[in-house]
């Protein structure tokens, strides 16, 4: 499935700089990608992304079908329908909108149908909280989906371009995640560059006279199969993301190292919160501290050559939690690394910089434990 | 990509020649057929066709349900043991 | 569209209507769970000779909306069928009933066989008053649905009812939703042998009767209600067979006299609310 991937006037168009937050940015990106069809139900805090995008339809500056439905599972499932057909397709969500639609997640993606949602990764009630956290795009870990996540509006606008790019190169659907409000309603410098992308390409479509179906009941080694061609794809999807990376900004591929190169201890984290966490490592690094950070960017695949690069002392801070330890405290780990977890920010939970630092203090001091939560 | 495992091709007897789960079988009278073709309608299978002198029937696939016998106005139809 | 030696019970009404697809032209079908699923062949064989796209329970009329706008807009001609039994149509209420108010081009047919027959025989919503079923198995007590009137709530460019019992009927509503543009909706009586406990010879003997005892009413509305030819003399109680005989299946083989003339009852009622709207 090797394909080189021309997306023309990429690096020479400059762009126009404005003044976006992550839900504007990727709105953008989607004008841009000129999805055929976008269905969206709205939920805090991404309500804006598919607003904007209903606006632009209205007013023709964009020419997509904007289909209105009654719940975030018709979300997911109108896309999977237009995917079939061979439309580019684009939804977004967040933490229990995610949830309802789960269903028509694994379809999709068992379905190998290549599709863009964003996702402003908000907690799951109960209790009610529209906040911060990333449980809600965690979920989709064994979905089969590739999982993205910003740090910044420009990181969310070049993602989502890319995603489509990729999605449709290995037939799996694509989640690029940004952190509720603190990126989602927050407006930072975005350089808009109007890209053209490939035309849409997929594995298949279904039309009428043709003679096949598609998802039948399976007996025997079918679904086992159809999982193990997904999860080798998966894992190949990060060819294509590195491949694609300057042309879309140049962010490292699946992972982003910040002050890594001598760092006796890193830490390793995702999401809009590494911004300030970064700011603690430039204060610890200013102290003389051999410290850095692997950001992860993707989640699926899971960047496990990065991870096996790190030095011996790793701290994963997690901001969703499976049992009592972190979740990429466990994915981390998995890659034959010893880890120290903490578990942080859930709901929203504000970590300053200044928690960062007396956080990372403390790593660095070698006195957090197995697994903390940082309440 | 190999769409093997998701894609399902058109098959006849896609269950298999359900003739043999057949324990009556539909016979014609020919000669009280009037060819209305209220069983090539009504029957779920789709295997009785109008042929030269009366309708036929695919044995092959019928399962003998008996819809045929019933919906016949001609009492055309009859169903023996098989 | 179905092929001979597909996977249906003996006496299938889903499959005596799966052959009437073929009034439809160009269709794309989309099937959640149920027994059509089975019937419409398991991989890596298709029992139907054109497109299907299975899909889960309650998605079925939003992947069938995604179908019909990216179509309109790669300007593909397709009649988009979403088909699906009685339990797909309670799942996934609120996406049909989403569907309907968009007026989604498509054709909606529910096959209705008046409980989860592929699971075992549940009681739906559609499951007639009394009846037993697996988890009725004292008789339901619910109301029983009216699928086809509250699509008419919905002011649908297109809504009957049909049986199967009068295939003649049924072909020709096929035909006409074909041809018009929309969302079309076509509620599909199925007696199920098995289900109901009746023998496979009798399918359409049970499905006339059914009409002939007032219990299923056929009409159609495409702005206007009317009642259909085939059953409209039903309209008048002189004119009906006695619903014990329409009862003689094993699913109502507990009922009283008593509770006989209470469904009576109720069938006048869903007359007296149908009629109101013609």
Known sequence: MQRSVRTEGNRNSSGIKKLLTSNEAIAEAVRIAKPDVIAAYPITPQSPIVERLAEMVDSGELDASFVRVESEYSAMAVVHGAATAGARVFTATSSHGLAYMFEMCWWIAGSRLPAVMAVATRSIGA?????GDHTDIMSLRD??????????????????????????????????????????????????????????????????????????????DARMRARYDLAVDLEKSAEVIERTDSEFGSYGGLVEKYRLEDAEYAVVMAGGWCGDAKDAIDMLRD??????????????????????????????????????????????????????????????????????????????DGKIEKVEWLI | ??????????????????????????????????????????CPEGVISVGENSVEIDYNFCKGCGICKEVCEQRAIEIVPE | MILPGNASCQGCPISMAMRCLDEISKPVLVIPAGCSTVIAGLHPKSAMNGPVVHVPFPSTHSVAAGLSEAYKRIGVKANVVAWMGDGAADIGFAALSASAARKDDLITIVVDN??????????????????????????????????????????????????VGYIRDLRRKFRKAGVMKGFRFIHVHTPCPPGW??????????????????????????????????????????????????????RFSHLSDEEIRELEQKIDEDWELLLRFS
């Not at chain 3, 006695?242 to 299946?249: A, F, H, N, S, T």
Request: aromatic share 10%.
């Open chain 1, 127 to 131: 209790p009610w909280n529209i906040h």
């Open chain 1, 143 to 220: 979905a089969g989906w590739i999982i993205g996540m910003a740090e910044s509006a420009q990181e969310a606008f070049d993602m989502t371009l890319q995603a489509f790019v990729v999605s449709e190169e290995v037939n799996i659907p694509f989640a690029v995640g940004i952190d509720a409000f603190t990126m989602s309603h927050t407006a930072e410098v975005v350089e808009v560059r109007d890209v053209r992308l490939p035309k849409r390409k997929q594995a298949y479509r279904i039309l009428p006279d043709m003679e096949v179906a598609v998802n039948a009941v399976t007996l025997g």
């Open chain 1, 287 to 364: 102290e003389g501290v051999k410290i850095g950070m692997l950001r992860l960017r993707f989640i699926r695949p899971f960047p496990e050559k990065a991870v096996k690069e790190l030095p011996s002392e790793i701290l994963v801070v997690d901001r969703a939690n499976t049992g009592f330890r972190g979740i990429l405290g466990i994915e981390t780990s998995s890659c034959g690394v010893e880890v120290k977890n903490v578990v942080a920010g859930l709901g929203g939970l504000y970590v300053d910089v200044d928690r960062f630092y007396n956080l990372f203090r403390k790593f660095v």
């Open chain 2, 1 to 42: 990509m190999d769409l093997s495992p998701i894609i399902s091709k058109k098959t006849v007897a896609s269950a298999g020649e359900t003739g043999s789960w057949r324990n009556y079988r539909p016979a014609v009278i020919a000669e009280l057929c009037s060819k209305c073709r209220n069983c090539v309608l009504y």
């Open chain 3, 114 to 163: 008046e409980a989860y027959m592929n699971t075992g025989t549940q009681a739906s919503l559609s499951t007639f008053w009394k009846a037993r079923t697996t988890t009725s198995p004292a008789g339901k007590t619910e109301e029983r649905r009216n699928l086809a009137l509250i699509m008419l709530a919905h002011k649908a460019d297109y809504v009957a009812t049909a049986s």
């Open chain 3, 197 to 250: 406990k009746f023998p496979s010879e009798k399918t359409v003997d049970v499905a006339r009767k059914a009409v002939m005892s007032g219990a299923w009413i056929l009409w159609e509305y495409d702005g206007k209600l009317k009642l259909s030819k085939a059953g409209e003399k039903y309209a008048s109680k002189e004119n009906r067979i006695p619903l014990e005989d329409y009862l003689k299946q094993g």
